[in-house]
């Protein structure tokens, strides 16, 4: 297999820019996390999200240690995991930037109290299963109570940009 353009470099701090770029080049779908914080609700955005396990049926996210709302998220026994459509970028950034305002979306509740953003792709209510450490994030590992879903292109996030980059025909 020919090496086309590849560039080999030793990950340091000193390139912990060029490490993130490689990072970048995996797409992967965005998500909005809401839990119930001690101030009342919270949402934090998040594209560190995959499946664990079917058998128990287990899913993880990584929450960044630097956020302010890190430690509403730690504490959680509940949480919502919201897979944004592709029309949702303004939810996006807005729970990117702020994690306790939650007017613009008018959300329902979960039966464990959670609010349930509208529009969604999906949501999967959790219960706190594991937390571990994982350097700048905490690895939270949720025990899936129950999933809803509807049909629709996802939210993408790709080197750095958001977008529905599906090819349609």
């Not at 470099?9 to 839990?35: C, E, I, K, Q, W």
């Not at 939650?102 to 949501?123: H, I, K, N, V, W």
């Not at 292109?153 to 750095?160: E, Q, T």
Request: aromatic share 10%; proline share 7%; glycine share 10%.
């Amino acid at each position: 297999m020919a090496r086309h353009d590849m560039q080999d470099f030793p990950v340091t701090p000193d390139t912990s820019r060029a490490f993130r770029d490689v990072l970048g080049h995996f797409a992967t779908g965005v998500v909005v996390v809401t839990a119930k914080g001690p101030r009342g609700p919270v949402g934090i955005t998040a594209n560190s999200f995959t499946s664990v396990s079917l058998d128990p049926p287990l899913v993880l996210w990584c929450a960044a240690k630097r956020s302010e709302r890190y430690e509403s998220f730690l504490a959680a026994g509940y949480y919502a995991v919201h897979v944004l459509a592709a029309d949702q970028l303004a939810m996006c950034r807005h729970f990117a930037r702020s994690g306790d305002d939650f007017s613009p979306f008018a959300p329902d509740e979960t039966p464990e109290g959670l609010p349930a953003l509208p529009g969604c792709l999906a949501r999967i209510d959790c219960a706190a299963e594991a937390r571990h450490d994982g350097g700048d994030h905490a690895i939270l590992i949720g025990r899936v109570l129950r999933a809803t879903l509807r049909e629709g292109d996802p939210l993408l996030f790709w080197r750095g940009r958001y977008g529905d980059f599906i090819h349609h025909g």
